[in-house]
């Protein structure tokens, strides 16, 4: 079955600056990467989604890029702000049997 | 408004006494999902649901067992729980314009406490 290995798994960055939390797939069918952020109690909420036929995309001021040769994606986080602060999964699917398999998770916190 | 609605929010038995976590969706979604939430450990899928009385083991299913009798209701039940299955557990599902479990909309949470 697919393994998602995430890194970091805690990440300090000021206010402003940059981050970047990768993850790596071990199922080269996978064609499918969300990235789901969950604040301190809350549900997971999707924030970018890529399919394997992008090699990235970007909402704002967060982006996603895709390596499939490599098997690994990134999340990157510009300006970074307080509400930034929270718990990142990533994910990867496979068409073959539409499991989603998440990362152990990152925690982000902004320093102000 | 769009919601999965899990319940109990908080649940605390002992083991070995039955219990079911419900959920249910308005969103007409086809694809349902059961999750896990552990320190450390991320989300584990434990069932996944592609429609009405279909269903599949996801990564941790032993201990675990669902049922999809209606499209809207996807029920977790633990036949005989142990304290092993003290998590936090998230319901999903997702819409249906695209690959099945793409853009999951998660529930509350159950956070079950098992004795």
């Known amino acids: 079955g697919e393994n998602v290995e995430q890194h970091p798994s805690t990440l300090s960055v000021q206010e402003g600056d940059s981050a970047v939390i990768k993850c790596t797939y071990s199922?080269?069918?996978?064609?499918?990467f969300p990235w789901y952020k969950q604040e301190l109690g809350k549900r997971p909420q999707l924030i970018i989604d890529?399919?394997?036929?992008?090699g990235e995309k970007k909402d704002q001021r967060i982006a996603v890029t895709l390596n499939k040769t490599a098997k690994h994606f990134s999340l990157h986080i510009t300006e970074t702000q307080p509400e930034d602060s929270a718990v990142y999964f990533c994910?990867?699917?496979?068409?073959?049997?539409?499991?989603?398999?998440f990362g152990a998770g990152t925690t982000v916190t902004v320093r102000a | 408004e769009a919601q999965v609605t899990q319940n109990p929010r908080y649940l605390i038995t002992v083991t070995g006494k039955k219990l079911t976590v419900t959920c249910s969706q308005n969103?007409?979604?086809?694809?349902m999902s059961w999750y896990r939430q552990d320190p450390g450990l991320g989300l584990r899928q434990i069932y996944y649901?592609?429609?009405?009385?279909?269903?599949d083991k996801g990564d941790v299913p032993e201990g675990y067992k669902v049922s999809r009798k209606e499209k809207r209701n996807f029920p977790l039940i633990l036949e005989s729980p142990s304290p092993n299955q003290t998590s936090l557990y998230f319901c999903?599902?997702?819409?249906?314009?695209?690959?099945?479990?793409?853009?999951?909309?998660f529930g509350s949470g159950t956070q079950l406490s098992v004795l």
């Open positions: 999903a599902s997702s819409w249906t314009g695209g690959q099945p479990n793409e853009k999951l909309f």
């Open positions: 199922d080269s069918a996978s064609n499918y």
């Open positions: 890529i399919r394997s036929n992008v």
């Open positions: 994910a990867a699917s496979s068409p073959n049997d539409y499991k989603l398999s």
């Open positions: 969103m007409n979604h086809e694809y």
């Open positions: 649901s592609m429609n009405v009385e279909v269903t």
